[in-house]
């Protein structure tokens, strides 16, 4: 079985640009959570989606924002980039039912750096 | 508020003996937790986890001990071996949720 893919591995952006991410779940998992990981705040988690909806979502601006399609892959995007938003995004995904086991597989990430 | 703490930010071992890996958590609704280990530039790779109803669980060369009353968890590793050195992270979740919230790791460095 294939792993967790996400695109692209390496991004350089400037202040005020916009960037989407993508990540590919592992077949037939149908949830997929995004985290962002900084030296100074560690792994964060930014929102998770389930069958094309939101469930949760974490403690980030507006700026931050995804989507998941009837495929369950995921995107996410960032708009008006700053400096702090430089970090390692990685995707997760997993099962995803109430009564399945919470556990995430972890994709290798996407390191963005806005300059 | 760090709801998850790893308060060892490292950790070294000689290689063939004992590691253990300190977790504690304030959040009491956490039902689920969690190792991972994590290499550079690589995402967090899943070790072990352990449900709230147990105490310990065990998978090879790794345990995972709870503690609730004390709301204290550990990571032993036996034996320890060079493949080892990573950063490892703790991680707790609520009883049907999948947010993860994650201790801000401990690196373990076996030494030969």
């Known amino acids: 079985k294939a792993g967790v893919t996400q695109t692209p591995r390496y991004l350089i952006k400037t202040r005020g640009q916009q960037v989407t991410l993508s990540c590919s779940p592992i077949?037939?998992?149908?949830?997929v959570s995004w985290y962002q990981q900084t030296p100074g705040q560690g792994l964060q988690f930014l929102f998770e989606y389930f069958s094309e909806t939101q469930r949760n979502k974490g403690n980030f601006p507006g700026r931050f924002s995804g989507r998941q399609f009837s495929n369950s892959r995921s995107e996410m995007n960032v708009s008006t980039l700053e400096l702090g938003d430089s970090a390692l995004y990685l995707c997760a995904s997993s099962p995803g039912q109430a009564f399945a086991k919470n556990i995430q597989y972890f994709g290798a990430g996407t390191r963005l750096s806005v300059l | 508020d760090q709801q998850v703490k790893q308060n060892s930010p490292s950790l070294s071992v000689q290689e063939g003996r004992i590691s253990i890996l300190n977790c504690d958590y304030t959040n009491s609704m956490f039902d689920y937790f969690l190792w991972y280990k994590k290499y550079p530039a690589e995402g967090p790779t899943f070790l072990i986890s352990?449900?709230?109803?147990?105490d310990k669980n065990e998978d090879g060369r790794f345990t995972v001990f709870l503690n609730k009353s004390a709301k204290h968890l550990s990571l032993h590793i036996v034996p320890s071996q060079p493949g080892d050195s990573a950063v490892y992270f703790c991680a707790a979740s609520e009883k049907g949720a999948q947010k993860l919230v994650f201790g801000q790791g401990t690196r373990l460095t076996i030494n030969p």
């Open positions: 077949s037939g998992h149908r949830s």
């Open positions: 352990i449900s709230s109803i147990k």
